[in-house]
């Protein structure tokens, strides 16, 4: 697994019609599975089937689709929120605690090219048998290795490699497993 911040970076225009009506198509649905919990509205939304898959609401995405891939046996908390227009990945047996934060999107800090519409997008990839702490932040292009723990709190900035416990902002390795 790499460990630097180098997944691959695509361009993304948030405002093309299609990505809007995909936002509001998911927005609906989160609706109904926020406020009833029915997870058949969840396998539909994502298009897979979430047998072993636990999802506490609520849920915050604005892409549903392929956007995000769940491997098997993977929790996630309340009150999460993905941000995945470059896509998350999830492995199996994965553990993520509430108010955690996926973030794939990538502004522009020249205030000029935010106001085109410019933007690009990397992908975030969480391997298996890793716990996410509650509060934490997954910026993009980021890794997180197999088997790793990221404690409560961390803004994960860079990619973490397999088999350690990081935490901290920016998150850091303390300690290897």
Not at 51 to 59: A, K, N, Q, S, T
Not at 105 to 121: C, L
Request: charged share 20%; glycine share 10%.
């Amino acid at each position: 697994m790499s460990v630097n911040n180098l997944l691959p970076e695509t361009d993304y225009r948030a405002w093309d019609k299609k990505l809007v009506a995909l936002r509001e198509e998911t927005h609906k649905a989160l609706l109904l599975f926020n406020t009833t919990g029915d997870k058949q509205v969840l396998k539909e939304l994502f298009h897979q089937p979430l047998e072993d898959i636990i999802i506490v609401p609520p849920l915050h995405c604005n892409y549903g689709g392929n956007y995000i891939r769940f491997g098997h046996r993977v929790f996630i908390n309340a009150n999460c929120t993905f941000q995945p227009a470059g896509g998350v990945e999830i492995g199996d047996d994965v553990y993520i605690g509430s108010d955690v934060k996926f973030y794939t999107t990538i502004h522009p800090v020249d205030p000029e090219e935010r106001t085109k519409g410019k933007a690009s997008v990397r992908p975030i990839k969480i391997g298996a048998k890793v716990w996410i702490g509650g509060g934490v932040i997954i910026l993009p292009g980021v890794e997180i290795g197999e088997g790793t723990t990221i404690g409560a709190g961390s803004v994960v900035t860079r990619s973490i490699p397999a088999r350690c416990v990081a935490v901290g902002n920016p998150c850091r390795v303390i300690r290897d497993l």
